[in-house]
């Protein structure tokens, strides 16, 4: 019965934005599943599960390691809008220009981004380079930066 009720509860936080352990009793009812609110948090601690934030920005409950936001938050990405002041691809490096004290930010906001393309990054003070893994991708990463500054 634990193993079943344990793979449903993993079924329903990975189809569904489920914040609460009230929220996930009711689903586990709502499949046959009758639990107290000790029972799921012993599963919630033995799935070792996690909250993280939800496309809401609310925080729900995930599996350890799931990514559930496209890793570039609104937070994020406001923050790199107002910090960026230009940017350009020369051959596999991209140089981005900051307010001064504000490469650092905009570097955090990149890796949050968990782009592929992106094999590191370093800030200055007021200047950002990144190294791609080829100039295509280098070209590709500024064109998503305009898009993000849009």
């Not at 990054?121 to 380079?129: C, E, I, N, R």
């Amino acid at each position: 019965m634990k193993s079943k009720r344990q793979t449903k509860l993993v079924e329903l936080i990975e189809n569904n934005e489920v914040e609460t352990q009230e929220e996930l009793s009711a689903l586990l009812r709502e499949h046959g599943f009758g639990t107290t609110q000790a029972t799921i948090s012993r599963d919630i601690k033995e799935l070792r599960l996690v909250k993280v934030a939800g496309k809401n920005g609310a925080y729900k409950y995930a599996l350890p390691g799931t990514e559930t936001t496209p890793s570039f938050s609104g937070r994020l990405r406001t923050i790199f809008r107002e910090s960026v002041k230009t940017f350009e691809a020369a051959q596999n490096i991209v140089v981005i220009k900051t307010l001064p004290g504000l490469a650092s930010a905009a570097c955090s906001a990149i890796d949050a981004m968990s782009d592929a393309a992106v094999v590191g990054s370093l800030a200055g003070d007021d200047t950002a380079f990144l190294v791609l893994r080829d100039n295509a991708a280098a070209a590709a990463f500024c064109e998503r930066i305009r898009s993000i500054m849009e």
